[in-house]
């Protein structure tokens, strides 16, 4: 109960920042390396939050591909990308933020998805349906919970 | 020949062999059907497999088992199915599917083996399915069974099992190179939300795992498959649906010329494995 709370509380307070300092994926500025300096709400990110978009299949799903140390009470990690134990130590929290927005930036030619970017894809889906997609695409990830992933793997530190 | 070009030699054999061997676990069906289940990879793959390897060398122990013997391969039921409707009159001709080919056993032998191949009267390349529903209305004047339909697969099932062990051989060259440059496109175009090829998990990352799956080369040798999952035989397109769709992507319709073109590609990247269909997976 408390936890919905917190998490009732957090969007409330997302919602409302929304407006003010959020920055839509066609308006995101990257570094040359790929990093974005600039938070993408201004709301600090939630490293709890940032957990349960790791782990669950319909938001990020990362441990599809990476194993983490951290979260090994949960099942079946991943082996497609690198293991992301430390990164928290080895990469700015800019760095992060680029990486989970569009990996590609940093990586070219990565598998990596990315999450939060909208457009030139080739005939992007609804979702999971395998039909077209209807409109405009919402990026996987919402600038918050961008924020509050990079927010959890600054905590993965040696 | 002096010590060291000899040594050389030896490595160099030693190192060819060593990745074979690595995953080279025999599989024999019925204690008589050798397959092979990895091989040198085929001359127009460039290099971008150092070993073409069947999806059954990927499975577990158990699941690798249920394909060694007709009584325990669960895909087998519709085999008998398969073969009992290749004998069975239908249609408006009053004729069997025997009555034309003979045998499946001898008429049928290489079919898997050799498609999808450009017929020459159609002016296109078809799959095996295409072929057996053109039969049924213009030979027998049947109703068509449907692309991917349980008697279609079980009928595409029958007509592999008698190729079982044949090496795959489809042709890529003369008439059928346009079909299979699209094929060859699709293969690496990235599609979805998530902007991934075929070749981003099945080249890139085979043998790795991706959250609970164990990925594979995308073979289609064992086609089509028995899946535990969901406990009935799966065609080869609606496989490349599943695959498309997890992309957050539009897929393209099982039978589209898209799909066959992707299916003669696939095919040809598993030429020197052995027909395995109906394989069993997870």
């Known amino acids: ?158 | 020949m002096t010590m060291s070009t000899l040594k050389t030699a030896v490595c160099g054999l030693a190192l060819l062999a060593a990745p074979l061997a690595a995953s080279a676990e025999e599989l024999v069906v019925n204690g008589e059907i050798e397959m092979i289940t990895e091989t040198e990879p085929a001359a127009h793959l460039d290099g971008a497999l150092s070993t073409v390897r069947s999806g059954w060398t990927f499975r577990t122990t158990e699941t690798k088992a249920l394909q060694m013997d007709d009584f325990e391969n669960p895909a087998m039921i519709s085999v008998d199915n398969g073969m009992a409707a290749w004998n069975t009159a239908d249609g408006a001709e009053g004729k069997s599917c025997a009555d034309c080919h003979g045998a499946m056993e001898d008429s049928m032998e290489m079919v898997r083996a050799t498609y999808p191949k450009w017929n020459e009267e159609a002016g296109e390349v078809r799959n095996i399915q295409m072929q057996i529903d053109d039969c049924r209305v213009n030979q027998m004047s049947a109703e068509p069974y449907g692309l991917d339909s349980r008697p279609m697969l079980a009928m595409e099932a029958a007509i592999s099992s008698v190729g079982r062990g044949q090496v795959v051989d489809v042709a890529i060259d003369g008439p059928a190179a346009e079909t299979w440059e699209k094929g060859k496109e699709i293969y690496y175009t990235r599609f979805g939300q998530l902007d991934l090829s075929c070749a981003s998990c099945h080249e890139l990352n085979y043998d790795n795992y991706i959250r609970a799956d164990h990925l594979s080369q995308g073979q289609i040798n064992g086609f089509p498959t028995y899946r535990l999952k969901n406990a009935r035989l799966n065609g080869t397109h609606s496989r490349f649906r599943g695959c498309i769709r997890d992309t957050r992507a539009e897929t393209y319709s099982v039978g589209s010329p898209e799909f066959v073109a992707l299916e003669l590609y696939v095919a040809s990247r598993g030429n020197g494995l052995t027909v395995e269909g109906p394989a069993v997976r997870n």
Request: charged residues 20%; hydrophobic residues 45%.
């Open chain 1, 1 to 158: 109960m408390k936890r919905t709370i917190a998490l009732a509380a957090g969007m409330a307070m997302g919602a409302g920042m929304a407006l003010a300092d959020m920055v839509a994926p066609a308006d995101v500025t990257y570094g040359e390396y790929g990093e974005i300096e600039q938070s993408l709400t201004g709301v600090p990110g939630d490293a709890e939050a940032g957990r349960e978009v790791m782990i669950t299949r319909g938001l990020g799903n990362c441990v599809a591909c990476h194993a983490v140390t951290a979260l090994e009470d949960i099942p079946f990690h991943g082996e497609v990308g690198p293991i992301l134990d430390g990164v928290g130590s080895y990469r700015t929290e800019a760095e992060l933020r680029g990486i989970v927005a569009n990996a590609k930036m940093t990586f070219p030619e990565s598998v990596m998805p990315a999450f939060y970017k909208v457009d030139g894809f080739i005939r992007p889906g609804n979702a999971f349906t395998g039909k077209a997609a209807e409109g405009p695409l919402d990026p996987l990830l919402t600038a918050q919970q961008i924020e509050d992933v990079v927010a959890y793997l600054m905590t993965l530190t040696d």
